[in-house]
């Protein structure tokens, strides 16, 4: 079976032809990155506006590199929570139009669960049940995955995402937006001791994350090395918060490995990317005789693919949605 995958939730535009849920056969992204850099963020106006230039192009890139005509797709799968609104509506609208005009079904996937399908693509032998690490710019949630869409949140941040958490305390070391790809590849220069830093914890909540005392305390060191006229040493300071942060995600997902009996670990999204993440959760689980699994480096970030994949489980499940379908900008996993 077919599916076209087609993402838009933040500031990618992205279209992407699977077979069966776990062969690539085309994967087109559109990238807006370097138009929100200039502001050091992503600006949602900007980011629906570009998605609407971008969408069609992609999609027929997506369609020609497959070597598939929109008739011999069998369904259309598209992001439609959560994420940025108007962003969200490009994909579905789109999505939508073609479905009307071909009478294909339309197939509606929550963004986290596509996240967490980049694992089919890249380990075609991999099925649930497993916990999974969901670490985004936007979310950072321990998932008990039951079922291809049988999914219970064990724990998610009360704050800051894991990547929200990198890019601001990057943004501060003077780093680009995104910055924590930059933080990632900077702090392998550095001394992850140089610099003490807490671990926060949630009390009573131990599958819970709290990320935003941490990049506070970072904030305040820089601030105050400079109001003194210290330097600070940027390589150590990323080293220290990359190892800092680590931790925190390595220790829940121990915890919730150990509470769930879980044999498989995954990770999952843009922060699944991070060298020192992937790292840690490897040795861990050879430690702890649990098989790990984490995205190919270029499934981690937002990709039609991952839409496609989920869309294959979503759709086998019966999740088909009529041209009344919705995006929302939050919605449970
Ligand atoms: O999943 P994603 O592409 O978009 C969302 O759904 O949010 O994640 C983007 C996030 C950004 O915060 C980016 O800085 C972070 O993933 N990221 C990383 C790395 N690569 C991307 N964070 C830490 N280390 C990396 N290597
Ligand atoms: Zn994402």
Same mark, same amino acid.
């Given at each position: 079976?077919?599916?076209?995958?087609?993402?838009?939730?933040?500031?990618? /535009?992205?279209?992407?032809?699977?077979?069966?849920?776990?062969?690539?056969?085309?994967?087109?992204?559109? *990238?807006?990155?370097?138009?929100?850099?200039?502001?050091?963020?992503?600006?949602?106006?900007?980011? *629906?506006?570009?998605?609407?230039?971008?969408?069609?192009?992609?999609? =027929?890139?997506? %369609?020609?590199?497959?070597?598939?005509?929109?008739?011999?797709?069998?369904?259309?799968?598209? /992001?439609?929570?959560?994420?940025?609104?108007? @962003?969200?509506?490009?994909?579905?609208?789109?999505?939508?139009?073609?479905?009307?005009?071909?009478?294909?079904?339309?197939? #509606?996937?929550?963004?986290?669960?596509?996240?967490?399908?980049? =694992?089919?693509?890249?380990? #075609?032998?991999?099925?649930?049940?497993?916990?999974?690490?969901?670490?985004?710019?936007?979310? /950072?949630?321990?998932?008990?995955?039951?079922?291809?869409?049988? %999914?219970? +949140?064990?724990?998610?941040?009360?704050?800051?995402?894991?990547?929200?958490?990198?890019?601001?305390?990057?943004?501060?070391?003077?780093? #680009?937006?995104?910055?924590?790809?930059?933080?990632?590849?900077? @702090?392998?220069?550095?001394?992850?001791?140089?610099?003490?830093?807490?671990?926060? *914890?949630?009390?009573?909540? #131990?599958?819970?994350?709290?990320?935003?005392?941490?990049?506070?305390?970072? %904030? =305040?060191?820089?601030?105050?090395?400079?109001?003194?006229?210290?330097?600070?040493?940027?390589?150590?300071?990323? @080293?220290?918060?990359?190892?800092?942060?680590?931790?925190?995600?390595?220790?829940?997902?121990?915890?919730?490995?150990?509470?769930?009996?879980?044999?498989?670990? +995954?990770? @999952?999204?843009?922060?699944?990317?991070?060298?020192?993440?992937?790292?840690?959760?490897? /040795? +861990?689980?050879?430690?702890?005789?649990?098989?790990?699994?984490?995205?190919?480096?270029?499934?981690?970030?937002?990709?039609?693919?991952?839409?496609?994949?989920?869309?294959?489980?979503?759709?086998?499940?019966? =999740?088909?949605?009529?041209?009344?379908?919705?995006?929302?900008?939050?919605?449970?996993?």
């Amino acid at each position: 079976m077919r599916i076209l995958g087609i993402e838009s939730s933040c500031d990618e /535009t992205a279209a992407a032809v699977v077979e069966d849920g776990r062969i690539i056969r085309s994967n087109s992204v559109a *990238s807006q990155i370097e138009e929100h850099r200039l502001y050091g963020g992503v600006v949602p106006e900007i980011a *629906s506006r570009r998605h609407c230039e971008a969408i069609s192009g992609v999609v =027929n890139n997506a %369609l020609d590199d497959a070597g598939t005509s929109l008739d011999e797709i069998d369904a259309i799968a598209v /992001t439609y929570a959560p994420g940025l609104i108007g @962003a969200l509506l490009v994909g579905v609208n789109f999505a939508k139009g073609l479905a009307l005009s071909t009478g294909k079904p339309l197939v #509606p996937v929550h963004h986290l669960r596509a996240h967490i399908a980049a =694992n089919y693509l890249t380990f #075609p032998e991999l099925t649930p049940p497993f916990l999974c690490l969901v670490v985004s710019g936007g979310h /950072t949630h321990l998932i008990d995955v039951r079922n291809y869409t049988d %999914l219970r +949140v064990l724990g998610q941040t009360r704050d800051d995402a894991a990547g929200e958490a990198f890019d601001k305390a990057a943004r501060a070391m003077g780093m #680009p937006y995104p910055g924590g790809v930059e933080l990632d590849k900077v @702090a392998e220069q550095g001394n992850d001791k140089a610099y003490k830093l807490p671990r926060p *914890s949630v009390d009573g909540a #131990p599958f819970d994350f709290s990320f935003s005392g941490l990049k506070t305390n970072v %904030l =305040n060191q820089l601030h105050n090395a400079r109001q003194r006229g210290e330097t600070v040493s940027i390589p150590n300071l990323a @080293a220290s918060y990359r190892r800092a942060v680590v931790d925190c995600l390595v220790r829940n997902t121990l915890l919730a490995a150990e509470e769930t009996g879980a044999k498989k670990l +995954v990770t @999952a999204g843009g922060v699944s990317a991070n060298s020192l993440l992937r790292r840690e959760l490897k /040795t +861990v689980c050879r430690e702890r005789g649990l098989s790990f699994y984490c995205p190919r480096l270029d499934l981690c970030g937002d990709n039609g693919a991952m839409v496609a994949a989920q869309g294959f489980y979503e759709y086998a499940a019966g =999740n088909v949605a009529g041209p009344g379908l919705n995006a929302r900008a939050e919605l449970s996993v």
